[in-house]
């Protein structure tokens, strides 16, 4: 069988992870190609033996040897490099957001429709075990059907101010893994949003007009309702947990600890703490994700995460961003118009 | 020290166990007096060797002997008797809710202000240990400044649709433990409500205008956020949890089950399920919340649950419902006038 | 149906709660008469009710009335009164141990035989809900043939001196509810024991001729093998754990706590200490037990604790004790004789 | 800095883990050559870039270049392998055990001292998280004074018969990791050993004189007492977990499992089993054994599992053989001599 050919944009923090997986553990891919604006990124593609190594994305679109894209360079790309591949004919693997902009998702996704390439979207917490467990639980019918969903996601501290001002808002930048989260494991769309929100960890992010602390309700299509609460600072870690109840049943799953040690002294008992990166926590899930993207293109099967599942999210963040101004529960459908 | 004379109006299901704690368990108190409309109540008082047993609520309003009157008759009966107590002279642990009628019951705080006597409005979780333990948590500044609050409340079946019809909603019916809780847990008031309900359970309960799955999303003055999700039928058992979210961390509780077993065979691990019955859940949640009673009447101290818990629970309640009809967050004070 | 009617010999400690579970929570048993050397047992006893409170144990025995003793008296008088109630055609509930002597259990044994009354052993572990469960998951063949049993059984503080030398040293006072345990969970006979053991929480213990900490491994006729272990001390409260292996899986039980309370703060994740104390964490099972000796004296049927397994437990115990003496596994026959 | 040169010894199922560590995630390290008798261990060689890979052990062993050799092949070359490498001045590391026989391990360890090379054992489960977490907190004196040691060690499946006839016996394959274990936890040697063992897994080991289920007791010089108990087949997967009990406190530590999900039913909850298979469970052991390796050549530290590791974990096995054998305690020192 032939083996795939890939190229890579950017090498960064999660480009490195992509890059490392594709070249060491499917051995049905090949990584010609590595763009990199920086020294750093392209040190590290050449040391996995990389054919390839250059600043120049061109060098990659061009390449009509290349089948396909992973697209992990400054969100500010996104969209750019990710028409271009597909105009280029090559399916194209985008970390999320494609776009701060609703309309420039669209188009993107117009581009891709035409060129008939695939395109997914790197939400990687679905490849996450334990929510692919709680999805299954759903799926397989054990929960019966979902009631409530609860989400809770809060990380384990704030972004520089500067990151918050380009970030789109915690909705757009946080909270969205959580709305492609509800939609994976209810598996059906939101159909009202009603948030309250506030800046309650760090002023400096309210004087930067976002929120730091969020109640979200969801309605969804088939009427089920869910709460996703957020914040951008748990003292204790990364706290990342789902829980699903239905007529059924009731699924949920706990963090994973640095450790499953318990002491027990005259005070009480001691436990390890939740993994405190996302980086640690969901390492496996990137793997588990690139691994879904391959598999999709070698049986030429629907990507698990879709351009629409991208557009969703973002139109959720913005209804819940709609609903803290206005005070109001904000329907979907008025954000997608 | 001179023993304190109680006497007790309705000996069911719950002034069943009123009874057996204040004349087994509380050697500083005498049970001078039990009524009860029915024989059944009636012998069980007389097993337990109380003095004075009746069917004439006036057996024990009318004697000066008696101290302190508990209230465990029909919810209709509520304010009648515990003005009547009030009016002459005793203090008064009243089973909730006092009355479903908003200005009904600000009369009878009125006249128990006005009589000087002392009223506990019976919100038992509040004295479960796992709950205890959470707000003593918070109290001691452990949480930090709270933040979220989560409640789970669901319960293992729904009540019949004839109850449900004279209940008064299930807002007012069951979630109004869980606004007590809220307002308990965090030590704030709420100010905000806004609420998405049902009816996913069973059908007849929508056509008798009432909801049985709701999410309850409440604003605290203190800024926090708070939400409660209820069902009527959680098919696991009675599923009773709070979490509270702050500055220096997390709290929270799981519920009490059967047995602390796991087995691990070849298909997985398996545990016993949470308590069934909120009698068995509840037990000593009961005795300690008698006990708190009567020490606050011993000591000359303020009730650990006053007139004004039951008044603003209610209020926060009826919010809940006009959210749910009004489609938008509705402010306590517009409740309350 | 005719009421039982029993009398209680001894009303201290445990005769307290054997004789409140009798007198209030079991319909169909009549406490007629209650022996005490101490004025307040016997006012304990009169505060229940019971008509014929007393100092004399012949006023008792001499009743043709009473059906069924409860002997919870000091322990060199349970031999005695056992015998001489079985003598008087009494069945018999008494507190373990029958008798330090193995020679004098086995005479009380013959005297209850010939009298053809029944005779039940206060091994109350055995109705402990998580233990319960754990032979129930054995009985019913889930965890199929029985390999390794695990029992843990660790108390918060060791008895006064004064008590050790008069106990029969720790297999015998302590490690014997192990031993029973083992029986209960295994439903085998142990055929052989081999214990190490040491004086390593409080040297006194060591002086008066005892030991406080020890391992003892446990062969059963049915093949499996079984290890207790055992400490006089564990700070963190009172540690009675089983776990039992066999071929198709494995059931183990966790502690009872004070609450089930998570707080994650900066620091790690604390929970709340196993009990501390034997009556909080067995209070279940002294009216466990109770009910099962009144049911099998309704019933007609036979002790879920007999006599042999007072003497069973007992020779194990002798057995470990001349394990630790001569250094080497010794059969439970060479005991028994 | 220079670089430290490296050549590995065997790639199969365990060297390849330890080859793509060394390759892709030391930056420190540079494996220079890898020998494999077979052409797949070499494949996997080249895929990583390794320079000399050759089925040649002499092209490594002769090498002056190389600082370290990694011994990863069969285990009766352990010996031969170690001692060349040694006589040819290079560091190195080998999985355990350097070899069945007692007389040929102290060779080796002769042979290595006089070369004056640093060798380390592969006991890797020294390196996992949870095993670390609880030697820290008895290093750290959290524990106090140990007391009780308990290990559970049980396999998800017994090996092939012609596997056990060459392994050495269940205590020399098997449970030296766990003697390894007990004396890396405690902290002191080991005494005495009892053990009781049989065949209740498969006839056919015992057929081969070998047992597959054992409860071992060990006594250590400080005084504490410890348990382990194996079986070959826990059809729940696999089953690693230490408890140790001090003056202190207790530690313990629970399995790893596939995720972390609960499922809430009508007829219970249920939980993900233990990871089933060593690799699983211990890769992140791996890695860390490797580093704790690398560091101590680099550091020129002491190796943190030494020879001496080696051969007490074997004494003891061969006194837990003995001690099943002649059916009573066995000194350590017997064996030893």
Redesign the interface.
């Known amino acids: 069988m032939k083996k795939l050919t890939v190229g890579i944009a950017g090498v960064g923090r999660i480009g490195k992870i992509h890059l ?1 997986n594709l070249a ?1 553990k499917f051995s049905q891919v090949t990584v010609k190609t590595a763009v990199d604006a920086m020294e750093a990124g392209r040190e590290y593609a050449r040391s996995l ?1 990389v054919e390839n190594v250059t600043d120049n994305i061109d060098d990659l679109i061009n390449d009509p040897e290349i089948d396909a894209v992973i697209v992990c360079s400054p969100t500010d790309t996104h969209a750019e490099y990710t028409m271009a591949a597909a105009r280029a004919g090559k399916h194209v693997f985008c970390e999320k957001p494609l776009d701060l902009s609703l309309d420039t998702v669209k188009e993107v996704l117009a581009v891709v429709e035409e060129a008939g390439v695939k395109l997914m979207i790197g939400f990687n917490r679905r490849f996450d ?2 929510f ?3 999805r299954e ?1 759903v799926e397989a019918g ?4 979902p ?2 969903l ?1 989400i ?1 996601s ?1 990380d384990p501290g704030p972004p520089p101010v500067s990151y918050v001002k380009v970030s789109g808002g915690m909705f757009m930048d946080m909270t969205i893994h959580d709305f492609d989260m509800a939609r994976f494991i209810v598996g059906s769309e939101v159909k009202e949003v ?1 948030a ?1 929100a ?1 800046c ?2 760090d002023p400096e992010i309210g004087e930067a007009g976002d929120v730091d ?3 979200v ?1 969801l ?1 969804f299509e088939n ?1 089920a ?3 996703i ?1 957020n ?1 951008r ?5 990364y ?1 990342q947990r789902v829980e699903v ?1 239905g ?10 600890h ?9 005070g ?7 993994l405190n990166f996302f980086m640690d926590r969901y390492i496996d899930a990137y793997y588990n994700e690139m691994e879904a993207f391959v598999t999709a293109l070698e049986k030429g099967e629907d990507m698990p995460v879709s351009g629409k599942d991208g557009i969703m999210s973002m139109a959720i963040g913005l209804a819940a961003k709609k609903s803290v101004e206005e ?3 904000v329907a979907v459908s008025e954000i997608l118009g």
Chains 1, 2, 3, 4 share one sequence.
Do not use: W
């Open positions: 490392e060491r033996g075990g334990n692919m467990k709680i639980l054990k929960v019966g059907e009631h409530i609860k809770t809060r009603y309250t506030g309650m960890v602390t969020a109640l309700t309605t009427g309702m869910g709460v609460d914040s600072k748990a003292v204790y870690g706290d109840f007529t059924e049943g009731m699924a949920n799953t706990d963090n994973n640095y450790d499953n040690h318990r002491f027990y002294g005259a009480g008992i001691n436990a390890a703490l939740p005070k109001r529960p």
